[in-house]
């Protein structure tokens, strides 16, 4: 069954540290949320475990990133699973195109 977004509670915030990997009670743990809806956010693709299995799975910094934000989308705008996962991979592919444009401006700079 879907969470009622005004069931989840505020993200808190901290510092991630993506080498160290975090098992699906941590994750949960770490953004304030039940294992069913991270679960469900694995089988919409919108974040991947390392495992096979449930029990063994574990999660990077990346995950837990996109874990709070998926939550704020659902919680501040309604926003459903897919709508999600497709708001995250496009403001993925933008913060890449902008890398992309400031490594060409700065290429240009110091030719120039």
């Given at each position: 069954?879907?969470?009622n977004?005004?069931?989840?509670?505020?993200?808190?915030?901290?510092?991630?540290?993506?080498d160290?990997p975090l098992?699906?009670?941590?994750?949960?743990r770490?953004c304030?949320?039940?294992?069913?809806?991270?679960?469900?956010?694995?089988?919409?693709?919108?974040?991947?475990?390392?495992?096979?299995e449930?029990?063994?799975?574990h999660f990077?910094?990346?995950?837990l990133?996109?874990?709070?934000?998926a939550?704020?989308?659902?919680?501040?705008?309604?926003i459903?699973?897919a709508?999600?996962g497709l708001?995250?991979?496009l403001v993925?592919?933008?913060?890449?195109l902008?890398?992309?444009?400031?490594?060409?401006?700065n290429?240009r700079?110091?030719?120039?």
């Amino acid at each position: 069954m879907p969470m009622n977004p005004k069931d989840l509670p505020l993200v808190h915030t901290g510092t991630i540290i993506e080498d160290d990997p975090l098992t699906l009670a941590e994750l949960c743990r770490a953004c304030g949320v039940h294992a069913d809806w991270v679960i469900s956010l694995v089988e919409e693709g919108i974040i991947e475990p390392d495992g096979k299995e449930i029990h063994l799975w574990h999660f990077s910094g990346e995950s837990l990133v996109r874990v709070r934000s998926a939550l704020r989308l659902q919680r501040d705008l309604g926003i459903n699973l897919a709508g999600i996962g497709l708001a995250l991979d496009l403001v993925e592919e933008l913060e890449k195109l902008r890398t992309q444009l400031n490594q060409t401006e700065n290429f240009r700079k110091h030719k120039a």
